[in-house]
C-alpha cells in the first residue's frame, strides 16, 4: 500500500516524519495519516513533493510495485556513483556502457549454457 511505500522510503533515506514534512513542505500530520493508512487518497502535488524528496518517481509511489521491483538506477549508492563517475572521466561513452552491459548479458548466458550442458552430459 502507499503508506507502508511511504514509510520505506522515508526510513531508506533516513528521515523522521517531522524532516520529511519540513523539507517537503507538506502536513506532517497528514503524512503520518498516509504512512498508517488512514487517510488514502493523497492529491497528486501532495505525491508529488514528496516523491521530489525521497528521490522517486511518481509513479513509483502509485503503482503498486514492491521496492525491489524498483529500478536499480534509482537506488544507486555513493560506491557506484564513484564508479561511473570513474568510467566516465576514464572516457566511457553511454554506448560503451550499453555495450558492455551486452556483453555481460551474454556471459551470464554462455555460463548459463554451460551448466545445462554440463547437467545434461552427467545425466546421460
Keep these: 500500500m502507499l503508506g507502508e511505500r511511504?514509510?520505506?522510503?522515508r526510513k531508506r533515506k533516513g528521515y523522521s516524519l517531522s524532516e520529511l514534512s519540513e523539507l517537503a513542505g507538506v502536513s506532517k500530520s497528514y503524512l503520518s495519516y498516509l504512512e498508517r493508512n488512514i487517510q488514502t487518497n493523497?492529491?497528486?502535488?501532495?505525491?508529488?513533493?514528496i516523491a521530489v524528496t525521497l528521490e522517486t518517481e511518481l509513479e513509483f509511489l502509485l503503482n503498486g510495485e514492491s521496492e525491489d521491483d524498483k529500478p536499480e538506477v534509482l537506488?544507486?549508492?555513493?560506491?557506484?556513483?564513484?564508479?561511473?563517475?570513474?568510467?566516465?572521466?576514464?572516457?566511457?561513452?553511454?554506448e560503451d556502457f550499453?555495450?558492455?552491459k551486452e556483453y555481460m548479458e551474454f556471459q551470464k548466458w554462455q555460463g548459463a549454457k554451460k551448466t545445462v550442458s554440463k547437467k545434461e552430459e552427467e545425466e546421460a
Design 75 to 94: 537506488m544507486l549508492d555513493d560506491e557506484w556513483k564513484r564508479l561511473v563517475q570513474r568510467a566516465i572521466s576514464e572516457g566511457f561513452s553511454k
Design 42 to 49: 493523497p492529491s497528486l502535488q501532495f505525491l508529488n513533493k
Design 98 to 100: 550499453i555495450h558492455f
Design 6 to 9: 511511504l514509510k520505506r522510503l
